[in-house]
Every structure is written in C-alpha cells, then in structure tokens.
C-alpha cells in the first residue's frame, strides 16, 4: 500500500513537524487543531524551522515553499477521509485522546492506518477507543522531538494490530529518513523508560544537595557525550510533560519510577521550562539559558 495524504491530529512542537517532516518527503499532508489561532502560530513557527535550517545543511531553500504547499490546516477532522495514514499527536491524556478517536472512527476510510505519538500510554488501551474493525490498522509511531532533527522511531504493536500494517507504518517512517525500531506494548515503551530512570537520579543528586542541575547537565555532556543534559531537556520538552509521563509510568511501575517531589513543586510554582522563561535553569525572551 503506497501512502498517499497523511493527517496529524495536534498542531504543537510534536505534530507541527510530524507533518513537516512528510511534507518534505512530498506527502500531502493535513494538520488540524481544534483552534485556528494555534495551527497558524504552528505554521509561522514551520517557516522559521525551515528558514533556520538553510544554509546549515538541513533543507535547501526550494525545500520550503515546497513543504509549506504540501500542508493544509483545519480545525477538525471532517475532512480526513481520504488519508491513508492519520497520527495523533496530541496531550499526554488518555481521555483527550479517546474524544479524539471517536471523530476519526466516523470519518476515516477502511483502509486508513492510524498511529498515536504517545510516549507512554498503552497502544492496546488507546485502541479500545476505536470500534473493532479499526484494531488491526492501529499502531504506535513515538516521534523525538525535535521531529525534524531526530532519527528514532518506536514502532509499538498492540495486542490486534496487523504485520501489514506494521509493515506499512514502519516502510513510511524510513521513507522520511527516519530510523525506526520495534518494541513492545508495555507502558513507557524502550527509550523514556531508560531515559525517566536515569531523570529520576538525576534529580535525586540535586535534592541530596551533592550537585547543581547545571553540574548535572555539564557532566552528561561532556562525561557521557548527551547533546543536552537531563535538566536542559527537562526544560525544552516541559515540565508538565514531564510530571505527566513520569505520574503514568510510576502508576505502571510503582517505586522504581516514583515522581520526584521537586518536579511537583516546580510545577506549583508555575516554572514549566524554557517556553514559561524558567525550570530547572531561567531562559530570556527568545528561550536562551541565562542562568
């Protein structure tokens, strides 16, 4: 099955490039959020990922006009019915994602193959939401953000879901130049399991007061050559993604994966990360550490 139109549902930092990152390999592609304001603030923000990528190796300048045209937005998904593949990138919230499914499974053709960009909510448990005949076409694809600068996929399976499917999802993530890799439906799936543990002690290390987040984050980089340290990324991908999927997997796994109090009492403190102006680390206006 040769994938024509791709739908992403969610039009933040994950879905917006999601979309982009097909639309450079020549995709139409629809991106929809439920506020129009948001899917333009999404597409602005595109165009300066485009333009900030010229000239440094990442995209040639006919790639922009050209990926910008392959994107249409909306602020549903009545229009969805002839996409072949539809990724859900939307919140971390099982029940958002449900409401969501509910609209697709009305609209989407037999044939279309739908994948959720969760990080770590069961797959099997998201396809419950969706009436039975759509089980063997629902799948798993767990971008990296940045989508557009990150290779790795993980390809989850649910209990129902089709080798064709599976065969079909994972030929159109390295169509787009991305790498993907097979894991099974457990909760948290392969690489936020290992990189929460290693969070978790991280953070431990600042709360017994034996080092700084920046010392943290200077060891990682220059001991275990990671491109950001733990509490830089903490920050870029959120705080309250954070508390989220780390309140999901502690559910799943209990103690091992216990919530550290100081990312509650960040978050009731209103410090959400780089896009709020302070985490772990304090950022300026254009989201620069300053401090």
């Known amino acids: 099955m040769a994938l024509g139109t791709i739908g992403v549902c969610g039009a933040g930092m994950m879905g917006s490039e999601i979309a982009l990152v097909f639309a450079l390999a020549d995709h139409k592609v ?27 190796g990442f995209y040639a300048e006919e790639d922009k006009p050209r990926a910008l045209a392959n994107i249409t937005t909306s602020t549903d998904v009545s229009g969805y019915g002839d ?76 209990f129902d879901v089709s080798d064709e499917a599976v065969e079909i999802a994972t030929e159109a993530v390295k169509v787009i130049g991305k790498t993907p890799i097979t894991v099974k439906d457990v909760v948290g799936f392969a690489v936020n399991r290992v990189l929460f543990a290693m969070w978790n002690e991280a953070i431990r290390l600042v709360e017994e007061g034996a080092c700084t987040p920046e010392d943290v984050d200077i060891g990682c980089k220059l001991g275990l050559g990671h491109p950001v340290g733990p509490f830089e990324l903490m920050d870029n991908i959120s705080l309250d993604l954070t508390l989220k999927v780390s309140d999901i997997l502690q559910d799943a796994y209990g103690e091992r994966f216990h919530t550290r109090p100081t990312v509650k009492h960040l978050m009731a403190a209103g410090r959400v990360g780089r896009r709020g102006g302070r985490g772990w680390h304090r950022y300026d206006e254009k989201g620069k550490k300053v401090g």
């Open 30 to 56: 629809r991106l929809m959020d439920m506020d129009q304001a948001y899917v333009d603030k999404a597409m602005a923000k595109l165009e300066k990922t485009l333009d900030g990528g010229i000239g440094r």
């Open 83 to 158: 996409c072949d593949l539809v990724i859900e990138a939307i919140t971390e919230d099982e029940a958002a994602k449900g409401d969501l499914y509910k609209k697709l499974d009305e609209v989407l053709k037999d044939s279309c193959i739908i994948a959720s960009n969760t990080s770590s909510i069961s797959i099997s448990v998201l396809s419950s939401y969706f009436s039975e005949k759509r089980h063997s076409r629902f799948l798993g694809l767990h971008f990296f953000s940045p989508v557009s600068r990150m290779k790795l996929v993980e390809v989850i399976r649910g």
